[in-house]
């Protein structure tokens, strides 16, 4: 059982480039989402979706797209990065989205 | 305007002790809380949460209080142990809005 699966587990980019976070998830879970952890701010809600071709902004959406197409994938893109996105990233999926949020090992990117 | 605060970056406790982590919320409309537990380089993992319409919830070390009218929360951890050494995540959710909203994190460390 993988649970959440995220890929890369790192990656460094230049300013302007994109880039797509992979996730993906074996549970079957209708809710998944994406947050960054930056230091002493905890980690915020990026994007979400409540299921397949259902997706919403969170907290902090700018510079970022989703797309749910099928239950178990939600991919996370950056269209031009930038060094502010610098971060960890996290997807995490639920059964629903008020149950407990199950948590992939995260993607530590850098942008020069 | 961070509406979920944990005041202590950081805490300190010997093998065997109680180790009382606090977390303070700004948001009336939070009705459902939770903690997460975090090891480096892993996803943070779910551990314990309560439901505002109790004040306490017990799961074998793990016990969380909420006060509603103080607008606090606790986590017990007793006994302490040294596996327990990890970050803990407060979070804070509007069932309503389905958005869940993390404290910035608080370093446990149990000394053997």
């Known amino acids: 059982n993988a649970g959440v699966t995220q890929t890369p587990k790192f990656q460094v980019l230049k300013t302007g480039q994109s880039m797509t976070l992979q996730c993906a998830q074996d549970?079957?879970?209708?809710?998944m989402s994406w947050y960054r952890q930056d230091p002493g701010m905890g980690l915020r809600l990026i994007h979400y979706?409540?299921?397949?071709?259902?997706?919403d902004q969170g907290e902090v959406p700018n510079g970022y797209n989703v797309s749910r197409s099928t239950t178990e994938d939600f991919p996370l893109r950056l269209l031009s990065a930038a060094p502010s996105q610098t971060s960890v990233y996290f997807c995490a999926s639920s059964y629903s989205a008020t149950g407990p949020l199950h948590f992939g090992n995260g993607t530590r990117l850098t942008v020069t | 305007d961070q509406q979920v605060k944990q005041n202590s970056p950081s805490l300190s406790v010997q093998e065997g002790r109680i180790s009382i982590l606090n977390c303070d919320y700004t948001?009336?409309?939070?009705?459902?809380f939770l903690w997460y537990k975090k090891y480096p380089a892993e996803g943070p993992t779910f551990l314990i949460s309560i439901s505002s319409i109790k004040d306490k919830n017990e799961d074998g070390r793990f016990t969380v209080f909420l006060n509603k009218s103080a607008k606090h929360l606790s986590l017990h951890i007793v006994p302490s142990q040294p596996g327990d050494s990890a970050v803990y995540f407060c979070a804070s959710m509007d069932t309503g809005r389905r958005a869940l909203t993390f404290g910035s994190g608080t370093r446990l460390q149990v000394q053997p």
């Open positions: 549970m079957n879970h209708e809710y």
């Open positions: 979706s409540v299921g397949a071709g259902i997706t």
């Open positions: 948001n009336s409309m939070f009705d459902y």
